[in-house]
């Protein structure tokens, strides 16, 4: 395997949710839901992290850019059908990569 190196031109906070209401997710599933956050493209990483504990629900920290400007979350429920607390402020990273060159390490 071959793992081309780029730099990280840029991490910073964000935070985002503060007026979004989520979607109820279903007992013994996963499901993705969308927020907007303006600033984000499909090449970014982003890490999220939800402000409170919340039974019968996890969710995937590491959330996808699935258009510009739009992130996605992966809820699970498990015990119940739960509903993701609304109105909260999540805090989130996002790291944005410069495009690897020819000149960049390779392993």
């Known amino acids: 395997m071959s793992l081309?190196?780029?730099n990280i031109k840029a991490m910073q906070k964000f935070t985002f949710g503060t007026g979004k209401t989520w979607s109820q997710v279903t007992?013994?599933?996963a499901a993705a839901q969308t927020t907007t956050v303006n600033g984000l493209s499909t090449d970014d990483i982003v890490?999220?992290?939800?402000?409170?504990?919340q039974a019968n629900l996890s969710y995937n920290a590491m959330g996808?850019?699935?258009a510009a400007n739009t992130l996605s979350i992966i809820f699970i429920a498990n015990g119940g059908n739960v509903t993701p607390t609304?109105?909260?402020?999540?805090?989130?990273?996002?790291?944005?990569?410069?495009e690897p060159t020819p000149t960049d390490a390779t392993i």
Not at 47 to 53: D, H, R, S
Not at 87 to 95: A, L
């Open 4 to 6: 081309t190196l780029g």
């Open 27 to 29: 007992d013994d599933t």
């Open 47 to 53: 890490l999220v992290q939800k402000p409170t504990e």
């Open 64 to 66: 996808l850019v699935t």
């Open 86 to 98: 609304s109105e909260e402020e999540w805090s989130g990273i996002v790291f944005k990569a410069e």
